[in-house]
């Protein structure tokens, strides 16, 4: 069974970086999509972005966009989000969440089956 383990939150001041890591195993990479997704008390749980491990193709929500990147570690079995030019409006839980994905070329922000715990991400000054 999949499982998934995400790492690198923390507090960070309007503008700063941080990158999140999912780390996961249980799974062929191959036939998989990466979801990050984010919980917050305004909004509830909203998609951030996504990689398809089979080609690297990638969406990001218009929020994030020319913000944050995606990258991948294969020996590690871990993606990363790169988060830069942070804002107050960042914070929350973020997620990240596998599903079987066999599309070429874009990769779902729904649907997913399963899920890490979360690790939480504060952005203020």
């Known amino acids: 069974q999949a499982q998934l383990v995400e790492s690198g939150g923390g507090l960070v001041q309007p503008g700063g970086s941080l990158r999140l890591a999912c780390a996961t195993s249980?799974?062929?990479?191959?036939?998989?999509?990466i979801g990050w997704f984010r919980q917050t008390p305004g909004k509830g749980r909203e998609a951030v972005a996504c990689?398809?491990?089979?080609?690297?193709?990638?969406v990001f929500v218009d929020s994030v966009k020319g913000r944050f990147t995606l990258a991948r570690d294969n020996a590690k079995s871990t993606v990363y989000l790169q988060m830069t030019g942070l804002k107050p409006e960042d914070t929350g839980l973020y997620y990240c969440?596998?599903?079987?994905?066999?599309?070429?070329?874009?990769?779902?922000?729904?649907?997913?089956?399963?899920w890490g715990k979360g690790t939480l991400v504060t952005v203020s000054s």
């Open positions: 249980g799974f062929t990479w191959y036939y998989y999509t």
């Open positions: 990689i398809s491990l089979a080609d690297d193709a990638t």
């Open positions: 969440a596998t599903q079987y994905w066999r599309r070429a070329g874009t990769c779902p922000l729904v649907e997913y089956d399963y």
